[in-house]
């Protein structure tokens, strides 16, 4: 009887050990399709970011093998919703929590619209090694086969894994990691619909583990300089988009309404249509910077190549996409209004 006692004793005390011991990981829920219902579980139709935060958790308890799981709502929106003063709020309080709170991860939830755009904003602001992963899915949380408490099972087990850290914020989907840099969505529909461009995913999750098969080599996280700490707005960038035919008017409209930057979705290897173009030139010569980055879903966009961006101060994109260039030159602006400094800038992220 009393060996029973003592072995009981022993239990509980390493059970509460394990408990102390597991890692202390935070969802941040920000709305998307994971917290979206439809009517019923065969419909296509459906309404994003309706579900709250415990409600995700609760569906998903085997995380709670993996770590101290807790979470926080941020927002509830679709991600078609998604704005700069979020991203600011978001990337401060993930900095809070990383390296004020005591917390070894952060999973945000999100919707995979523009998911690929909050991904790159935060690997550029957030000043930690530790994980943060994305999470999103493509089905509504009460659909038959909902893919969201699968894509968030292995998203914590990202989280908590050694092998993340270091690497940069990660999209978690679909049982595959992938770049906040090269990661995009490929498809309106697919579960499958996030991919990682001409190089790859970063690994993959299985049997709750994360598998890391490359690295990232863009600069990100710690080394990255831009720092939002008392940033309370960002500059304003517009994206113009390329085609055959096209109209200078939205062009003109964001010079009109002041721009600090504009983003040209070009076509092919970032070019303008000519009336665009003439209104380019007078927009960069007004200091409002231009970034020409290109409508093709793969390629560089190259500096100097077609377009002598030399002669008009023009910045190229890179790898970069039109969202992603938007991104980067808000943050650009932040430092500099010089061409030469935001094309470097380019050039490291
Ligand atoms: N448009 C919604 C969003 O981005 C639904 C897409 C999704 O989450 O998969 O939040």
Not at 269 to 285: I, L, T
Request: glycine content about 8%; hydrophobic content about 40%.
């Amino acid at each position: 009887m009393k060996n029973l006692r003592g072995i009981l004793v022993l239990l509980a005390l390493l059970v509460s050990v394990n408990i102390v011991a597991k890692p202390k990981i935070r969802i941040i829920a920000t709305g998307g399709t994971i917290a979206g219902v439809s009517q019923s579980s065969t419909s296509s139709s459906y309404s994003a970011g309706q579900v709250g935060i415990q409600t995700l958790i609760d569906a998903v308890p085997q995380m709670l093998y993996l770590a101290d799981v807790s979470g926080e709502q941020l927002v509830n929106i679709g991600s078609q919703d998604m704005n700069n003063e979020v991203w600011l709020k978001l990337a401060k309080r993930i900095n809070q929590l990383l390296n004020e709170e005591g917390y070894d991860g952060v999973v945000v939830t999100h919707g995979t619209d523009t998911m690929e755009e909050t991904a790159y904003f935060l690997n550029l602001t957030v000043k930690s090694d530790k994980p943060v992963i994305l999470a999103g899915s493509m089905r509504p949380s009460t659909a038959i086969s909902a893919d969201g408490p699968a894509n968030l099972y292995n998203a914590v087990a990202a989280a908590v894994s050694p092998a993340v850290r270091g690497l940069g914020v990660l999209c978690c989907m679909n049982n595959q990691l992938l770049d906040a840099k090269t990661v995009i969505k490929t498809h309106t529909i697919d579960c499958d619909t996030f991919e990682g461009g001409p190089s790859g995913i970063i690994g993959y999750i299985y049997n709750g583990e994360a598998h890391i098969l490359q690295t990232p080599n863009n600069a990100h996280t710690l080394k990255s300089e831009f720092d939002i700490t008392n940033v309370e707005k960002l500059p304003n960038v517009g994206i113009v988009y390329g085609y055959a035919n096209a109209s200078p008017l939205p062009m003109q409209a964001f010079v009109d309404a002041k721009f600090d930057g504009i983003v040209l979705a070009g076509v092919g290897d970032g070019n303008f249509y000519k009336d665009v173009f003439d209104v380019a030139v007078k927009a960069q010569q007004k200091g409002i910077q231009i970034v020409r980055s290109s409508r093709c879903p793969t390629g560089p966009t190259c500096l100097n190549s077609e377009v002598d961006d030399a002669k008009y101060h023009f910045v190229a994109s890179l790898e970069l996409n039109p969202q992603k260039a938007r991104v980067l030159l808000m943050l650009a602006l932040t430092k500099t209004h010089d061409w030469n400094q935001i094309q470097e800038l380019f050039k490291k992220y």
